[in-house]
T-cell receptor, first 116, second 117 residues
């Protein structure tokens, strides 16, 4: 069974508009962490934002915010005021143990294209 | 911040040869490193967890005799693809865990693109 599901293989957004990238997850572990990474064409993985399962508030990092709905097991990424440089692949990932010993499980990714 | 390097950044080799990829933590010690593989237009898939001073833990379906991992020091893990074949062509990315770094404990290297002819 898929642990991380990203249902949008590709998304288009106009420059300066906001966009939401969907992510749902599946785990029976009460303690887990959710991540979003950006991967430009160069291949590097750029950390964007993190949400812990016990965090009461949605995480925010500059133009990035995470819409965390625990009961629905969703962790959508919201990018506000899109920029041309935001065009890239975006991956949602989960870590199921708080100690970090276990690696990240990634979703299939969403390719975002920002149009001028 | 924590920096992880990989070498080489890209490599082309002939079928049947072996290729070694290095993953280094430049400004911290990493007891745990992870190796991922990413095929074109696909996601990152964990291959193995590399622990300093002990044997690597491989994910199901990953041949440990083909993908040799050595984590001989706290700053270096190596992945050797033995007897490479064209189907091994992929993007290989390592990450290193920084203990007590907070929520984002894993830092990724820039990746190595392997092409086997």
């Amino acid at each position: 069974a898929q642990k991380i599901t990203q249902t949008q293989p590709g998304m288009f957004v106009q420059e300066k508009e906001a966009v939401t990238l969907d992510c749902t997850y599946d785990t029976s572990d009460p303690s887990y962490g959710l991540f979003w990474y950006k991967q430009p064409s160069s291949g590097e993985m750029i950390f964007l934002i993190y949400q812990g399962s016990y965090d009461q508030q949605n995480a925010t990092e500059g133009r990035y915010s995470l819409n965390f709905q625990k009961a629905r097991k969703s962790a959508n990424l919201v990018i506000s005021a899109s920029q041309l440089g935001d065009s890239a692949m975006y991956f949602c990932a989960m870590r199921e143990a708080p100690t970090g010993r276990r690696a990240l499980t990634f979703g299939s990714g969403t390719r975002l294209q920002v149009q001028p | 911040g924590a920096v992880v390097s990989q070498h080489p950044s890209w490599v082309i080799c002939k079928s049947g040869t072996s290729v070694k990829i290095e993953c280094r933590s430049l400004d911290f010690q990493a007891t745990t490193m992870f190796w991922y593989r990413q095929f074109p237009k696909q996601s990152l898939m964990l291959m193995a967890t590399s622990n300093e001073g002990s044997k690597a833990t491989y994910e199901q379906g990953v041949e440990k005799d083909k993908f040799l991992i050595n984590h001989a020091s706290l700053t270096l893990s190596t992945l050797t693809v033995t007897s490479a074949h064209p189907e091994d062509s992929s993007f290989y990315i390592c990450s290193a865990r920084v203990p007590l770094a907070g929520a984002n404990e894993q830092f990724f290297g820039p990746g190595t693109r392997l092409t086997v002819l």
